[in-house]
């Protein structure tokens, strides 16, 4: 079982910058795991924000490329998500993923909300 929790979401205004956490427990091995940023506005679907692999290769949104870098830091079994230049069609409920075979792992979400 994998229990992931989100933390860093808020209010902050067009041009800003917020820093996303996940951080990561239960019987995983946080190394091996591919970690991703999705996102979820109101009346949209969920979308890849940006992924981490193991091997540390990232992958980005074209929407987010060059404001947004994902990291992730072994020791704390923790995934970051670095975003600037904020823009209010950022305002979602993000989500951290990971997977191991066939099943998928979410944590709660957390808002952000980019308004003046």
């Known amino acids: 079982q994998v229990q992931l929790v989100e933390s860093g979401g808020g209010l902050v205004q067009p041009g800003g910058s917020l820093r996303l956490s996940c951080a990561a427990s239960g019987s995983l091995f946080f190394k091996l795991l591919?970690?991703?940023?999705?996102?979820?506005?109101?009346?949209k679907?969920?979308?890849?924000?940006a992924t981490a692999s193991s091997a540390g290769i990232t992958n980005y949104a074209d929407s987010v490329?060059?404001?947004?870098t994902i990291s992730r830091e072994h020791a704390n079994d923790t995934v970051y998500l670095r975003m600037r230049s904020l823009k209010p069609?950022?305002?979602?409920?993000?989500y951290c993923h990971t997977h191991r075979g066939s099943v998928d792992y979410w944590g709660q979400g957390t808002q952000v909300t980019v308004s003046s």
Not at 65 to 68: D, H, L, M, N, S
Not at 89 to 94: F, G, K, L, N
């Open 65 to 68: 490329q060059g404001r947004f």
């Open 45 to 49: 679907q969920r979308e890849l924000v």
């Open 34 to 43: 591919t970690m991703g940023w999705y996102r979820q506005a109101p009346g």
């Open 89 to 94: 069609e950022d305002t979602a409920v993000y």
